[in-house]
């Protein structure tokens, strides 16, 4: 995979989102695939619960490649399906959760900060993220 930002001459290569977030082995560490505009796209292998958090600035787009996934917010919870989305509207505190292994995509701003203002053992910063996968 290419290195964010792509060059200019640079042309990107078909992916499959669910064969990357297939491979990869560390959990709740998102990995961007693809850059669009001012966001990214990212795919995460997730188990177990994230951490209480919200983006102050931007909303976050959840997509169940694989799996379940709960997102507990303070008025609500929703829980996708596989091939299902959802919208996490800037500024509300959240917190994913799977009991089961899941993959996810996610859809970005690139100024959006991985668990918000909440740092854990699971928060991964952008050079993390753009590791190659």
């Known amino acids: 995979m290419a290195n964010w930002p792509l060059e200019v001459h640079q042309m990107p290569e078909p992916l499959s989102p669910t064969r990357v977030a297939e491979s990869l082995t560390e959990l709740w560490s998102p990995r961007v695939v693809a850059e669009l505009d ?45 091939g299902e989305t959802f919208v996490v509207p800037k500024g509300v505190r959240h917190n994913p959760i799977a009991e089961q292994e899941c993959h996810i995509m996610l859809i970005e701003r690139k100024s959006t900060l991985h668990t918000g203002n909440e740092v854990t053992a699971k928060t991964r910063s952008l050079s993390e993220q753009l590791r190659p996968v």
Do not use: C, P
């Open 38 to 82: 001012d966001s990214f796209v990212k795919v995460a292998k997730v188990q177990g619960t994230l951490a209480w958090h919200s983006h102050e600035n931007e909303d976050e787009l959840f997509y169940v490649l694989k799996g379940s996934l709960a997102i507990e917010m303070e008025d609500r919870t929703v829980v996708l399906q596989e």
